[in-house]
């Protein structure tokens, strides 16, 4: 099954993002910025998953 066609407009649109999106990530590094801080530290516990029912075993 594919996707469907996505208008021009779109395309042009998320092409320009990321372009940019890719300078300021090299300004960013070449400027010395790093990332902001939000707020404290907040630990997060990911717990073991249940391998579902049409994974094979051992396939993670």
Do not use: N, T
Not at 19 to 39: E, M, S
């Amino acid at each position: 099954m594919l996707a469907a066609a996505v208008p021009l407009g779109w395309r042009i649109r998320v092409r320009l993002r990321e372009v940019l999106a890719r300078g300021k990530a090299v300004l960013d590094v070449a400027l010395g910025r790093g990332p902001k801080f939000l707020g404290p530290l907040e630990l997060v516990s990911l717990a073991e998953r249940e391998p579902q029912a049409d994974e094979a075993p051992g396939a993670r």
